[in-house]
C-alpha cells in the first residue's frame, strides 16, 4: 500500500475495506504501507509468514509491479517466482499481461489483474478525504471485490466475476445520468471490466 501520490493516495485509502474485512474474519493481514512497502520488506514478510494471498496497490507495467516511489517490488526475470502458487491480485496497470502469464507458469496459484492501464476517476473536491469520494467509489469499491470476496470464502473465478458484474451495474447506474462526464465515467469502468483477467487456477480458495 504505497501512497506517495494520488493514485496511490486513493488506492491506500479504499484499501482499508479489504482489511476491515480480513479483520472481520479472524484472517491475518500484513500491510506495507508508504514507506514500508519496499522490495526488501515484500520479500522478507513472504518468507517469513509464507502467505497465500498477495494484493498490490500501486503502479505497475507489463513486466513491473511498483511499490513505494516507484521501487521495484516484482520483476519478469528477476523474482516473479515469489508469486507462485499463491492468490496474486494486483489493481496495477497492465502487470497481468506479462508478470501475470509468467507467476502462472507451473504454478498451483492465480492472478488476477489487468491486461490494460487500470482507469478510475476521481472528484477533486474530496482529494483530501478520498474514502468519502462517490466518483471513485464507482472504481475502486467493484475492484475491491476480487480479494474480499476470496477473503470471505469464494474460489478465484466466482470472485473475479463479482467485481466484472458489479462493473456493469455501475456502468449501467451512470449512464442513466446521461451526461458527458458520466459517458467518460461508464467509458473508464469498461475498460477496466475489460482488462481485468484471471490467470491459472480458476477453483482456488483462500481457505
Not at 502462472?104 to 478520498?130: A, D, Q, R
Amino acid at each position: 500500500m504505497p501512497k506517495y501520490d494520488l493514485v496511490t493516495e486513493y488506492l491506500s485509502a479504499f484499501s482499508k475495506d479489504i482489511e476491515k474485512v480480513s479483520n472481520e474474519k479472524g484472517i491475518l493481514l500484513k500491510s506495507l504501507k508508504e514507506r514500508a512497502a519496499t522490495r526488501k520488506e515484500f520479500e522478507e514478510v513472504l518468507n517469513k509468514l509464507n502467505c497465500k494471498m498477495v494484493i498490490f496497490n500501486g503502479h505497475g507495467d507489463e513486466s513491473n509491479i511498483y511499490g513505494n516511489r516507484e521501487e521495484v517490488l516484482v520483476s519478469v526475470g528477476e523474482n516473479e517466482e515469489v508469486l507462485r502458487d499463491r492468490i496474486v491480485y494486483a489493481r496495477s496497470c497492465e502487470a497481468a499481461s506479462v508478470l501475470g502469464k509468467e507467476c502462472v507458469k507451473n504454478s498451483k496459484g492465480c492472478f488476477i489483474g489487468y491486461v490494460l492501464p487500470f482507469e478510475f476517476y476521481f472528484n477533486p473536491e474530496w482529494v483530501g478525504n478520498p474514502i468519502k469520494d462517490n466518483t471513485a467509489k464507482l472504481f475502486l469499491e467493484s475492484s475491491n471485490l476480487v480479494p474480499i470476496s476470496i477473503i470471505k470464502g469464494n474460489n478465484s473465478e466466482e470472485s473475479d466475476k463479482r467485481a466484472k458484474n458489479q462493473m456493469l451495474k455501475n456502468i449501467k447506474k451512470v449512464l442513466r445520468l446521461r451526461t458527458q462526464e458520466s459517458f467518460s465515467i461508464a467509458e473508464s469502468l469498461w475498460n477496466n471490466y475489460l482488462g481485468q483477467v484471471l490467470l491459472g487456477n480458476k477453483e482456488i480458495k483462500l481457505y
